[in-house]
């Protein structure tokens, strides 16, 4: 079972900067792809960032070369650089962690949420 827990979400002016931050805990014997999608209201949740195991990396159309998507393996630990942040940034930000249980079970994980709204 694993546990995601998400910071870093708030408000901030267009043009300005967030990290998200997501840790995961918990009993699993890997954690492999970690990365964060996000939700505006009225719309289907879409994929805004992906680190795979291999430290492969994909973005969004939409935020490439404004956000950033890193990890600290040794933490369990996914990051969201965000800047030059637009109004239609304005979601609910969820991380997922993809993991392989002790009975090699894979299963995807998600945190709580954090909101992130950007406004002048």
């Known amino acids: 079972q694993v546990q995601l827990v998400e910071s870093g979400g708030g408000s901030v002016q267009p043009g300005g900067s967030l990290r998200l931050s997501c840790a995961a805990s918990?009993?699993?014997?890997?954690?492999?792809?970690m990365g964060w999608y996000r939700q505006a209201p009225g719309k289907p949740r879409e994929l805004v960032a992906s680190?795979?195991?291999?430290?492969?990396?994909n973005y969004l159309d939409s935020v490439k070369g404004r956000f950033t998507i890193s990890r600290d393996n040794a933490k369990n630990t996914v990051y969201l650089q965000m800047n030059s942040l637009k109004p239609e940034d304005t979601a609910v930000y969820y991380c997922?962690?993809?993991?392989?249980?002790?009975?090699?079970?894979?299963?995807?994980?998600w945190g709580q949420g954090t909101q992130v709204t950007v406004s002048s």
């Open positions: 918990g009993k699993f014997r890997s954690i492999n792809a």
């Open positions: 680190s795979a195991s291999d430290g492969s990396t």
């Open positions: 997922y962690a993809d993991s392989t249980t002790f009975l090699r079970n894979h299963m995807r994980n």
